[in-house]
């Protein structure tokens, strides 16, 4: 008993162009041809166009199906590739059902960077938009602290930066900086790396700070770009503050030492030799 290649490709669960594709590829034999000139498949042919189909459906590329068919050295290999190929992609649309459950389920803004929750839906647009600058260049690592910094109820100080008016008098926006500078010195205590723009970005500097300077500019007015540039004098005053004092408190405890020495009777003027006046 024979078949057409029609009735050989309905068997296997496949099409017409499908089998003569594998033909043109030599992964499956041609058959012999009836009087007629018609082409007539037996099972052998059958059982290997099942085999190539099975493969397919693994994944296994067109080029590899003789490799892993035969069984030779370089099947295990593709094997593991395959998997490992398999794996990264299930972990890809676990990731993606998560954030469509975020969005579903809890409200996240699909305007806002992947793991960002509800809270930061609430946001106005132009923080949303400055949220998805960063992410083109900040690290898994420094998102993930300002997605926590969302995450956490908001407070007043914060809501009025987010809302204040291009016109606010300069009272009011030293005011705001003076509390903001405290927020930031308690998030560089707990997160040192944000001090440093290099060490939050996966980008290099000079991208970095042009995507991040252009995105302030874009999407804060000028009022908030004032009270941020109190903001950075005060942290820098700060910062020059601590290093004073602790210049100060070297310098004395370098004098108690000194001292100490001297009483003890094991340290000499600077520049003279034990026993060169002698």
């Known amino acids: 008993m024979t078949w057409s290649t029609r009735q050989v490709a309905e068997l296997a669960g496949t099409t017409l162009k499908t089998v003569r594709h594998y033909h043109r590829l030599g992964l499956l034999e041609e058959p012999e041809r009836s009087p007629s000139g018609y082409k007539r498949y037996d099972v052998r042919h059958l059982v290997r166009l099942m085999g190539i189909r099975r493969l397919t459906d693994l994944g296994v590329s067109l ?18 590739a395959l998997d490992d190929e398999l794996a990264a992609n299930i972990e890809r649309q676990q990731r993606m059902r998560r954030q ?23 946001l106005p647009r132009a923080q949303q938009d400055l949220l998805v600058a960063y992410s083109s260049v900040f690290t898994p690592t420094a998102m993930s602290v300002i997605r926590d910094q ?4 908001r407070d007043g100080i914060a809501e009025e930066f987010e809302q204040l008016a291009a016109d606010a008098p300069e009272d009011e926006r030293r005011r705001l900086a003076g509390h903001l500078a405290a927020e930031v010195r308690a998030q560089r205590a707990d997160h040192s790396f944000i001090t440093d723009l290099d060490a939050a970005s996966r980008r290099n ?38 290093a004073d004092q602790a210049s100060t408190a070297d310098l004395a405890v370098e004098g108690d030492e000194r001292g100490e020495l001297y009483r003890s009777g094991d340290a000499h003027p600077q520049g003279v030799t034990p026993g060169a006046t002698g």
């Open 205 to 242: 500097g000079a991208l970095t700070r042009s995507v991040v300077t252009q995105a302030l500019v874009e999407f804060y007015n000028g009022a908030q770009l004032d009270v941020l540039r109190h903001l950075h004098a005060l942290l820098e005053q700060h910062e020059a503050d601590q």
């Open 150 to 153: 969302y995450a956490r109820p």
């Open 100 to 122: 469509l459950a975020a969005v579903l389920e809890d409200g996240a803004s699909l305007d806002l960077p992947a793991d960002f929750g509800a809270a930061a839906a609430s």
């Open 63 to 80: 080029s590899d199906i003789p490799s892993v068919a035969a069984a030779d050295g370089r099947s295990t290999e593709i094997l593991r």
